[in-house]
C-alpha cells in the first residue's frame, strides 16, 4: 500500500528552526529511501515542508517510521496521512478482449 504523508510546521517553528536538524533528517528518510520504504519524497510548493510516499503495509506503519524522524520527536511538525490505491479494478473497465495477462511488462 502507499501512503501519502504531508508535513507542517507547528505554530512557531520556521526554518531556522529546524535548519540545525535537517542533516539528520535527511539521513534519516535516505536511508528509509534505499530500504525501499520510501518511494517519493518532495518539497511542498505552497508552504514549507515535504511530502514523501511510504510503500508500507498500513498507515499504522507509515506512522511508525514518521514518529522515528528527528523533527518529529522533537515535536516541530505534524503529519497528514493519506492511503491510496488504485481507483477502480482497473480492468473491468477494459474490453474482454484486451490482453491483460502475464507477462505484464512486456518491454524489451
Do not use: C, H, Q
Not at 77 to 94: F, G, H, Q
Amino acid at each position: 500500500m502507499k501512503v501519502i504523508t504531508f508535513d507542517s510546521f507547528k505554530p512557531g517553528v520556521t526554518l531556522e528552526t529546524i535548519t540545525p536538524f535537517l542533516p539528520e533528517e535527511v539521513a534519516n528518510v535516505w536511508r528509509l529511501w534505499k530500504a525501499g520504504i520510501v518511494r517519493e519524497n518532495y518539497a511542498r510548493a505552497d508552504e514549507p515542508g515535504v511530502v514523501i510516499v511510504f510503500e508500507v503495509d498500513s498507515v499504522e506503519e507509515a506512522k511508525r517510521y514518521v514518529n522515528d524522524f528527528p523533527l518529529t520527536k522533537k515535536g516541530f511538525l505534524e503529519w497528514t496521512y493519506v492511503p491510496v490505491t488504485a481507483p477502480l479494478p482497473i480492468e473491468a473497465l477494459m474490453d474482454a478482449s484486451v490482453d491483460v495477462a502475464e507477462p505484464y511488462d512486456r518491454t524489451a
